[in-house]
């Protein structure tokens, strides 16, 4: 199956933790928090404004995003968990 989200929504797959601290300690799953941090998957054609131009998407499929955490709706796409946002969650784009 595939999907293509609509207007300014976005298709984010979260990146996985870390499993240790900076200091070595092992972090166990009931304990870490969901990241905030993720690979862009699919991005709808945009927004509109207020006089119905379309504004074009600041972001594309394999970019690496910070957004909210909580941010977005979860889902399952092909078995793997996903979420759903609006360009405007994201908070910003990880380069280099």
Excluded at 15 to 31: C, L, Q, R, Y
Excluded at 48 to 77: C, N, Q
């Amino acid at each position: 199956m595939s999907f293509r989200p609509l207007h300014d929504r976005v298709v984010v797959q979260r990146v996985d933790s870390e499993e240790k601290t900076a200091g070595g300690i092992i972090i166990p799953d009931t304990a870490k928090e969901k990241p905030s941090e993720g690979v862009v998957i699919s991005v709808g054609p945009g927004a509109r404004d207020e006089d119905g131009k379309h504004i074009a998407p600041d972001v594309k499929a394999g970019d690496r995003v910070l957004f909210g955490k909580w941010s977005g709706t979860e889902i399952k796409i092909n078995d793997e968990d996903m979420l759903i946002m609006k360009e405007s969650d994201i908070m910003g784009v990880i380069e280099g």
